[in-house]
């Protein structure tokens, strides 16, 4: 009888493996054959899931935009209402929903790098356009709906653009993802972090000292 091989699980193998040859070797230059050496399968096996090397780029991208989708909505899920935390536990929530993002540890790390190694070819591939476009449109959806959830929480300063604010944020988190990744030994994940927290409370109205009087 034939072995039965759990579709998911292999899939699970094939992406962790692929995840780990694009950091060390960069997606352009990543090959059917060395991604079924890291996942220990054979060639065969892994033309299952790919006929060519446009078909396992597209796969790496498309991986890294479920993986990060998955968590980000597990993480709204958690976090609730936002009016049901104090002000403070309100930004700090969020800058760890934001910094899902970033390349704080190995798992992310190699996220960001297949996103910054797709997007790169993408400006140049024509094949890649409309998965690199839904990246850059998801992140400013989800940056648009924390701000707005801030906002309506009463968290942010009066009279913010938030269309404007959107931009900002999103090319902060742009630029800390491409230069923790580039040089992580100038920017390190706590780094990150701390800039990501404090242009979130640039952003919000000041906690107010107990016992303050206006």
């Known amino acids: 009888m034939p072995k039965y091989v759990d579709p998911d699980a292999r899939r699970l193998i094939v992406v962790d493996a692929l995840f780990r040859v694009v950091v060390r070797e960069g997606l352009q230059r990543t090959s059917l054959r060395a991604v079924a050496d890291e996942a220990q399968l054979n060639i065969g096996s892994l033309r299952h899931y790919f006929a060519s090397q446009q078909d396992l780029m597209r796969f790496a991208m498309q991986s ?7 968590r980000l909505l597990e993480r709204i899920e958690r976090i609730g209402d936002l009016e049901d935390h104090p002000r403070p536990e309100q930004l700090q929530l969020t800058g760890g929903l934001l910094a899902e993002l970033l ?5 992310r790390r190699a996220e960001v790098t297949v996103f910054l190694d797709f997007n790169t070819a993408a400006r140049t591939n024509p094949a890649f356009a409309d998965l690199s476009r839904q990246a850059a449109e998801g992140t400013r959806k989800l940056v ?21 604010e959107t931009e900002r944020l999103t090319a902060l988190l742009d630029g800390l993802s491409l230069s923790a990744v580039l040089h992580p030994e100038i920017l390190n994940p706590r780094a990150s972090v701390d800039v990501l927290l404090a242009h979130l409370g640039d952003l919000s109205l000041p906690v107010e000292a107990p016992g303050s009087v206006h």
């Not at 390349?103 to 798992?107: G, N, S, T, V, Y």
């Not at 648009?144 to 404007?164: E, K």
């Open 103 to 107: 390349p704080l540890d190995e798992r």
């Open 144 to 164: 648009r709906r924390v701000l707005t959830r801030l906002d309506a929480s009463g968290a942010l300063r009066p009279g913010l653009d938030l269309d404007m």
């Open 64 to 70: 890294m935009l479920d993986r990060v989708g998955s």
